[in-house]
Every structure is written in C-alpha cells, then in structure tokens.
C-alpha cells in the first residue's frame, strides 16, 4: 500500500479555482488506481473523479464535469484535480484514495484501500 498526503485545499470565493494535489510514497505508484472523493459535514463520501494507473482513462461524477479535471505524473508519484468554477456546494474534505491494479467501479469507496488525511475545501458564495 501507498501512503497519500493532499494539499491544496483552502477557501475560496464562488468561481474560483483551485489545484489539489495528492502525493504518493513508493516505488510503484504507477500501477495504483486512484481516486478523489468528498465529504461534506453529515454526509456520505462521495466520488468526484477517478483516473487509471497509466491517466489514459478518466472518471468524473456528473456535477464536476466540465469543471474538474483530474491528472497524475507517475514521474513524481502525485495525482492532482484541477478544479474550476468553483461553487459553494463543492464545499467538503476532499480525499486521494488508491488501489494497487485494475478497479472494476471507481465510484465505489470500499474499492479502495488507502486514503489520504483529507484537505478542508471551502467555497464563500
């Protein structure tokens, strides 16, 4: 397993941008699926965006899209989600999750089996 540590996160105004990052210990992040997901107070966790080991194939819930943008460079063992226009209802901790090989459903949390401490994303209406 890898251990995941985001950044990135603050507080914004509506239609703001911001650049979260997820940095990935170990030689073998390259063959790790990996994930974004949030959780806002009193709600479930819930998947935003998805990307393949190789970042040929990505993954987006249907309120992010066209707005958020997930990426990874396996030459520096980070994944990041880039995400634009931002609203106040994207205000939750948003988190890196990984799994070593092939997902079959990338929305599913218990797919995963590592995550990340979570960075606090706020947006000010």
């Known amino acids: 397993q890898v251990q995941l540590v985001e950044s990135g996160g603050g507080l914004v105004q509506a239609g703001d941008s911001l650049r979260l990052s997820c940095a990935a210990s170990g030689r073998t992040f390259s063959s790790y699926a990996m994930g974004w997901f949030r959780q806002a107070p009193g709600k479930e966790r819930d998947f935003v965006a998805g990307i393949t080991w190789s970042g040929g194939v990505t993954y987006y819930t249907d309120s992010v899209k066209g707005r958020f943008t997930i990426s990874r460079d396996n030459a520096k063992n980070t994944v990041y989600l880039q995400m634009n226009s931002l609203k106040p209802e994207d205000t939750a901790v948003y988190y890196c999750?990984?799994?070593?090989?092939?997902?079959?459903?990338?929305?599913?949390?218990?797919?995963?089996?590592?995550w990340g401490q979570g960075t606090q994303v706020t947006v000010s209406s």
């Open positions: 999750a990984s799994r070593r090989g092939p997902v079959a459903n990338y929305y599913d949390t218990k797919v995963y089996n590592s």
